[in-house]
C-alpha cells in the first residue's frame, strides 16, 4: 500500500477519506448520476458501477473485495477519488495517466469496497460515520493533529473546548473493537459486560488481513482502555467484543522527503 501512497504524492494528488460502503447504502439507479472523467475507463476494466453520493462509482472490479484489498496491502493500487474534486490533473488527462499507472504490473484498480476496509484496518476515521462537526479531537482520538503551538496559542476553532479536554477528562473517546461471529457494523450498540449500553459502533467490517471482525465506536473513557472486554449487540444477539489499539493493521506509510 506504501507504493500506492507514493505514487500518488509525486503525481501531486490529494488524498481524503472516501465515504463507505458501510456508511451509505449503494443503488443500482445510474440514470440521475455525476460520473467522473473515468467512468468509461472503469466500465472497460469490468467496474461493477454503484450510485454513492450523487456519483456513479466502481465498487469492485474483476477481482474480489478481499483480492483486491489484498493486493493493495501487498503491491499497489490506483483509487478513482476525483469525484471529491481533489484530482490535480486535467479531467481530459485522466484516462491518459491512468492507463500509463496501469502499464505497472503491481498496479490494479480497486474500488470503494476496497478502500473502506482498508481504511478500517487503519483506523482511519470516515467523515460522517466516525466524525462530524459535533466531534472534537479529543472525543476522536485525533489529538496528535495538535501540534505543540496551536495548543499554547489557542489559535484553532473550538480552542476553549478543546484544549480543556486535553488537559482533562473527556467523556467519550473514539475505541477500536475486535470480535468473532457476525461483524460489526454500523449502528450496532455496544454494551458494558452488564448488558447497559454504553455506545454505538459507528463503522465496522470483517478484516481481509487479520481474519477477525473490527470495528470503531464510541464508549465513555473509563471503558476505553485497550483490553477493555465489552459487548456488542449484532443481529439481536450478544457477543463478546475487546477494545483494541488502532491501526488494526500496522502501518507502512510512505513519507515523501
Avoid at 481481509?208 to 449487540?233: D, F, H, I, Q, W
Amino acid at each position: 500500500m506504501h507504493r500506492a501512497v507514493s505514487m500518488v504524492a509525486h503525481l501531486g494528488l490529494r488524498l481524503q477519506a472516501l465515504p463507505s460502503a458501510l456508511g451509505r447504502p449503494f443503488s443500482c439507479a445510474q440514470d440521475v448520476l455525476r460520473r467522473t472523467p473515468l467512468y468509461d475507463f472503469h466500465l472497460a476494466h469490468g467496474g461493477k458501477m454503484v450510485a454513492f453520493a450523487g456519483w456513479s462509482l466502481p465498487v469492485q472490479y474483476r477481482d474480489s473485495h478481499v483480492d483486491s484489498h489484498l493486493h493493495t496491502r501487498r503491491h499497489c493500487s490506483l483509487f478513482d477519488v476525483s469525484h471529491m474534486l481533489q484530482i490535480s490533473v486535467p479531467a481530459v488527462a485522466a484516462v491518459r495517466l491512468a492507463t500509463a499507472l496501469l502499464e505497472n504490473p503491481e498496479v490494479k484498480l480497486a474500488g470503494l469496497a476496497a478502500r473502506d476496509s482498508l481504511r478500517l484496518e487503519a483506523g482511519l476515521c470516515l467523515y460522517g460515520n466516525d466524525i462530524d462537526d459535533h466531534t472534537t479531537p479529543v472525543e476522536g482520538s485525533l489529538s496528535w493533529t495538535l501540534g505543540k503551538r496551536r495548543r499554547v496559542a489557542m489559535d484553532f476553532p473550538g480552542a476553549s473546548v478543546i484544549v480543556a479536554q486535553l488537559k482533562g477528562k473527556v467523556q467519550r473517546r473514539r475505541v477500536g473493537l475486535m470480535c468473532e461471529g457476525a461483524p460489526m457494523r454500523a449502528h450496532s450498540p455496544i454494551l458494558n459486560t452488564e448488558g447497559t449500553v454504553i455506545g454505538t459502533v459507528t463503522s465496522g467490517c470483517p478484516s481481509p488481513c487479520l481474519k477477525k471482525n473490527v470495528a470503531m465506536g464510541y464508549v465513555p473513557s473509563e471503558y476505553s482502555r485497550p483490553g477493555t472486554p465489552l459487548l456488542v449487540e449484532v443481529r439481536r444477539k450478544q457477543q463478546v467484543a475487546v477494545v483494541s489499539k488502532m491501526p488494526f493493521v500496522t502501518t507502512n506509510y510512505y513519507t515523501l522527503k
